[in-house]
């Protein structure tokens, strides 16, 4: 196995939402080794908010559990493994569906899987009801011609930012 | 966040100045709706500028607010939008709703 990717990195956390930016960023922090630019790595932020909200907000209701990430570098694709042991997905269909939610009484709007659909390559979600859901979410960073990059940075810079 | 009223306008500037996650949408849902309850404002501009990231929680947050100001007769706009963030006001049909009142790039 070990031969397959090229580095790797595990986090767990306690599912406290103060840790949604934490775990954001932990994984912008390793993503950025591929060199991605400035939207590649806003998508990956944002798809891993996703995944772990889902983890605090349906998983573990909001009580104490331990949210674990495992993140790995293949070439230049990155893989994130996102999984709880709390309380599982009924039906994934459903939970898929663009504006479904189970908790639309706390505002949450049911887009998160369709962000990480979108945001990312592929999403892959796996959960036993009682035991836990790992998502498995997948990116390739594009490789960018320096030149490309240098027009891009001065786009970025005339947009103010 | 930091928000002022335009007497004049009946309008609620609302800066948002932190990330918004579902860790930051309670609290600022709450400042918020403080502030327009206080008010009661004719329009409200929700100002972008300085929000680095945001995701689905920012949806549930605005239309939340939307039907708030909506339910007492004002209507809701948001300006300086990055592109990151608007692909999600996009995406959701957030925009077809509320209207982004400018460009803005990255």
Redo the contacts between chains.
Sequence with gaps: MSGLYENEMKLEFVSKSNNEAFARIAVAAFASQLDPTIEELADIKTAISEAVTNCIIHGYENTKGIIKIVSKIFANTLEVEISDTGKGIENIELARKPLYTSKSNIERSGMGFTIMESFMDDVNIESVVGLGTKITMRKIIKKVDPQEEDKMLDVAELGGR | MNSVFLERDKTLLVEITE?I???A?EKL?RKIDESITRYMPRKVVFDFNKVS?????G???I??RYKMVNMIGGTVQMKNV???IRK?FE??GVAKIIPIIDI???
Excluded: N, V
Excluded at chain 2, 53 to 57: K, N, Q, Y
């Design positions: 990330e996650d579902h860790h949408a849902r990231f945001m995701d689905s929680a949806i549930g947050m239309i939340g990055r592109t990151s999600i995406m959701s803005r790039a990255s």
